[in-house]
């Protein structure tokens, strides 16, 4: 092998697989993409099925892809791990052949989480306690709506693994998983960061679907003879354990010790909050997930829609900006933020409701709606475009307090992340409101640097999480609060 080596992550997230090829300073080479598509079995309304085969050619087109841009030997791929899409997961038979799969977006099983509801008084809170999560993400239901609708697949099933698990399988052959996306199945005892089996017993499902649990950043394996083969790696590049997105993001931010956080910015917004005490909260509001930092934990807080809300807006009421992209190449979303920053903080005074804090327990969210403005020359487009900025804030702020109360710690700095960290309008917005400096990171899609990150540690390269973190994971500016502005959004 070449005394050259490079690292690869490989991400799926809930549109699209990605290969990333980065050095070992952290640089990123390359990256090939191809964009995936979940379709809804017409019997059954809300289903997202996942195309495994499919999808495994998208994503050994994207390996191939990603080591001939990069310009290497397939043999300097030193490691890779994999991240993915929460939720989602993958049914095998007794022969290791997928038989069954979902993305994180399938809703077809809204009747069993009222079955299982109905099973005993306080059983979703009794799993809560246990695993950190309620019936509103988890397998339980879905797992329970192939017994009660597809009973061949449930009887044929004889493992699980979540879609970075299955990734890890189509390349070495091993069924595994590990705990920060395991985790968030609803099947998981939060302190041993194993399966806790009597949970699906309680529910009326099978106990024995279960595989080894590895820790994120362990050898899961090599590259086996027949994937080095489709996708040209070596039989001896090592295969990491990686982890969930939010997570693995939490990693390539550097948010990997105790007491950090970080605020993901994304189509969903996650606030990620590091503990090394997995305790749930009394009242069931807010997640609570293994990191995959091994013995740590994260709180977890999600708003609904702020990314998808500001597509919407764009292409629903901005045309102009979208045809002076087209035209000059300047991003409309930039061109948009120009024009609101000549707004007050507060949108004089208009709110509008597209998320809500999150109540775990009993998620409800109030009808889309702008409220509080006045038919006056002030309330233009540029207004209503802040308020939407300041909303996705103000739900962020709602978490940060809601986290704050319930562990007791102070929240004094935040790392902000992903797609809205892009737009200074909008980190400064999460600044003023929060009330506390906010960075973002060099990196902003950091999810495949932290992925990158768990396949030099697995591998030997790197030290430890917290050494490559410290070292690779660059912040490129910080927002101080404006305090007048803050007093307005309190």
């Known amino acids: 092998m070449s005394l050259s080596k490079y690292l690869m992550a490989i991400d799926g997230g809930t549109g699209s697989i990605r290969a990333i090829i980065f050095d070992l300073a952290g640089r990123q080479i390359a990256v090939e993409q191809r964009e995936w598509t979940h379709l809804e079995d017409p019997r059954f309304p809300g289903s997202m099925d996942f195309d495994v085969n499919r999808n495994f050619q998208l994503t050994v087109e994207c390996i191939r892809g990603a080591i001939d841009r990069a310009g290497i030997q397939a043999d300097e791929i030193h490691a890779l791990a994999t991240t993915s899409m929460r939720e989602g997961f993958v049914l095998y038979d007794r022969n290791n052949r997928e038989i069954w799969a979902c993305a994180n977006v399938d809703a077809r099983a809204g009747q069993e989480v009222s079955t299982l509801k109905s099973i005993s008084p306080g059983i979703e809170e009794q799993i809560y306690r246990v695993s950190g999560q309620t019936f509103a ?5 879905r797992l329970l709506w192939v017994k009660n609708n597809l009973p061949d697949v449930y009887e044929q ?11 890890v399988f189509r390349l070495t052959g091993e069924l595994s998983v590990e705990p920060s996306n395991a985790s968030t199945t609803g099947i998981f005892n939060l302190e041993q960061r194993n399966w806790d089996l009597n949970i699906v017993r309680s529910c009326g499902l099978r106990d024995d679907l279960f595989p080894r649990v590895y820790e994120s950043g362990s050898v899961v394996g090599k590259i086996s003879a027949q994937a080095a083969e489709s996708t040209g790696l070596s039989t001896a590049c090592l295969v990491i354990a990686g982890g ?11 948010a990997v010790s105790p007491g950090q956080a970080a605020l993901f910015g994304g189509s969903f917004w996650q606030l990620e909050y590091n503990t090394t005490h997995p305790v749930t909260d009394p009242a069931c509001r807010m997640r609570v997930n293994c990191h995959a930092v091994p013995g740590m934990w994260q709180y977890e807080l999600i708003a609904f829609f702020p990314g998808l809300v ?13 045809m002076m992209e087209q035209q000059s190449g300047v991003d409309a979303y930039y061109l948009l933020d120009k024009q609101a920053e000549r707004v007050p903080p507060g949108s004089h005074g208009m709110l509008c409701t597209f998320s809500d804090a999150m109540n775990y327990i009993a998620w409800k969210h109030a009808a889309p709606s702008f409220i509080n403005f006045a038919i006056d020359d002030r309330f233009d487009r540029n207004v209503f475009y802040r308020a939407i900025l300041e909303n996705a804030a103000l739900v962020a702020l709602g978490h940060k307090k809601m986290i704050e109360a319930f562990t007791g710690d102070k929240i004094s700095q935040l790392v902000f992340a992903s797609g809205a960290s892009n737009s200074k309008l909008w980190s400064s917005i999460v600044a003023d409101t929060m009330g506390i400096p906010v960075s973002v990171p060099v990196i902003k899609e950091a999810t495949a640097l932290g992925t990158a990150i768990l396949a030099g540690v697995g591998s030997g390269i790197y030290g430890s999480v917290q050494e490559a973190s410290q070292s690779l994971c660059k912040i490129e500016k910080t927002y101080e609060p404006n305090l007048k502005h803050h007093q307005c959004y309190t």
């Open 137 to 141: 993400l988890g397998a339980l239901p």
């Open 157 to 167: 099933a004889a493992a699980i693994t979540m879609l970075n698990d299955w990734i």
């Open 244 to 254: 969930g997105d939010a997570q693995l993001g939490s990693v390539g931010v550097g």
């Open 310 to 322: 500001m597509r919407w807006f764009r292409n629903a009421f901005c045309q102009a900006e979208r």
